[in-house]
């Protein structure tokens, strides 16, 4: 159904984090740990999408992951996304409208950002810093060249879209 009706949406591979925030702050470490693993593009659609359309499958799968996994967002298939705040030299922040054909949040102003691509980045920190950088340039048009290096300023979860994660940079 997703895919009818918005046909630039296509199943690929992403980063899955395979750890929530909320274990990470109880390990109580003081660098952040980032376990990946591969979904898909559309296992998200799948589970998150549908999921938000339909209560019931959502208590479903909340109720199974914390059940098997002690994580209720084990069965999302909640791909990473990552988002910058771009600063010009001139001291003015990026700011980039989504297409109106774009799955989720379509017409919203947003940061440049997206997904990072296994085929593509590591899945080592190097690969996510590297996938913002491609990103940016991507989105906004600022050469590679011309990007000063990327500093991971948080992580956020989409309680919306059942803690689906985003690197902020």
Not at 58 to 69: I, Q, T, V, W
Not at 72 to 98: L, M, Q, T
Not at 99 to 117: I, T, V
């Given at each position: 159904e997703a895919s009818r009706a918005t046909?630039?949406l296509t199943p690929g591979l992403k980063?899955?984090?395979?750890?929530?925030?909320?274990?990470?702050?109880?390990?109580?470490?003081?660098?952040?740990?980032?376990?990946?693993?591969?979904?898909?593009?559309?296992?998200?659609?799948?589970?998150?999408?549908?999921?938000?359309?339909?209560?019931?499958?959502?208590?479903?799968?909340?109720?199974?992951?914390?059940?098997?996994?002690?994580?209720?967002?084990?069965?999302?298939?909640?791909?990473?996304?990552?988002?910058?705040?771009?600063?010009?030299?001139?001291?003015?922040?990026?700011?980039?409208?989504?297409?109106?054909?774009?799955?989720?949040?379509p017409g919203f102003y947003d940061m440049?950002?997206?997904?990072?691509?296994?085929?593509?980045?590591?899945?080592?920190?190097?690969?996510?810093?590297?996938?913002?950088?491609?990103?940016?340039?991507?989105?906004?048009?600022?050469?590679?060249?011309?990007?000063?290096?990327?500093?991971?300023?948080?992580?956020?979860?989409?309680?919306?879209?059942?803690?689906?994660?985003?690197?902020?940079?």
């Amino acid at each position: 159904e997703a895919s009818r009706a918005t046909p630039r949406l296509t199943p690929g591979l992403k980063f899955r984090w395979n750890s929530s925030p909320q274990e990470q702050e109880k390990s109580q470490e003081s660098n952040l740990r980032l376990n990946f693993g591969i979904t898909d593009y559309g296992i998200f659609i799948a589970t998150n999408s549908a999921a938000k359309k339909d209560a019931t499958f959502a208590r479903y799968l909340m109720a199974s992951g914390k059940k098997f996994y002690n994580d209720a967002h084990a069965y999302f298939g909640s791909p990473v996304g990552n988002c910058a705040v771009v600063e010009s030299a001139d001291g003015k922040i990026a700011v980039i409208k989504r297409a109106e054909s774009m799955h989720e949040y379509p017409g919203f102003y947003d940061m440049p950002g997206g997904h990072p691509e296994p085929k593509q980045h590591t899945f080592d920190a190097k690969g996510q810093f590297d996938a913002i950088k491609d990103e940016v340039s991507e989105e906004i048009g600022i050469p590679q060249e011309s990007i000063e290096e990327a500093t991971c300023i948080g992580i956020a979860t989409n309680k919306e879209n059942f803690g689906k994660p985003d690197l902020l940079f």
